[in-house]
């Protein structure tokens, strides 16, 4: 069984810093790639920050220069740090993994999120 679980959310003034973490269990053969998403409230989910198994990123143009994802390939997970946050950066966050698993094969699969808040 596969499972992804975020964690680092919290409470952080403007201009704070907070790093989330992605993690990855089961019989995992190969992690494609970990893509960081996110929900205001009354806003659709959308994408944060991708690193792929090559390690190649790409980042929402509100993030970039501010956040920065990296990996751990031996620990299958991988971290979103986040500087400079802004009070529009409040939303749940979500990490989604592409991952070859030796019993399931491929498959995407979702963690249940954690909660980012920066006060304005």
């Known amino acids: 069984q596969v499972q992804v679980v975020e964690s680092g959310g919290g409470l952080v003034q403007p201009g704070g810093s907070l790093r989330l973490s992605c993690a990855a269990s089961g019989s995992i053969f190969r992690i494609n790639s970990m893509t960081w998403y996110r929900q205001a409230p009354g806003k659709q989910r959308e994408l944060v920050a991708k690193?792929?198994?090559?390690?190649?990123?790409n980042y929402a143009d509100s993030v970039k220069g501010r956040f920065t994802i990296s990996r751990d390939n031996t620990l299958h997970t991988r971290y979103l740090q986040m500087n400079s946050l802004k009070p529009e950066d409040t939303a749940v966050y979500y990490c989604?993994?592409?991952?070859?698993?030796?019993?399931?094969?491929?498959?995407?699969?979702w963690g249940r999120g954690t909660q980012v808040t920066v006060p304005s």
């Open positions: 690193v792929t198994t090559e390690g190649v990123t």
């Open positions: 989604n993994v592409e991952l070859e698993d030796y019993e399931l094969g491929y498959g995407s699969y």
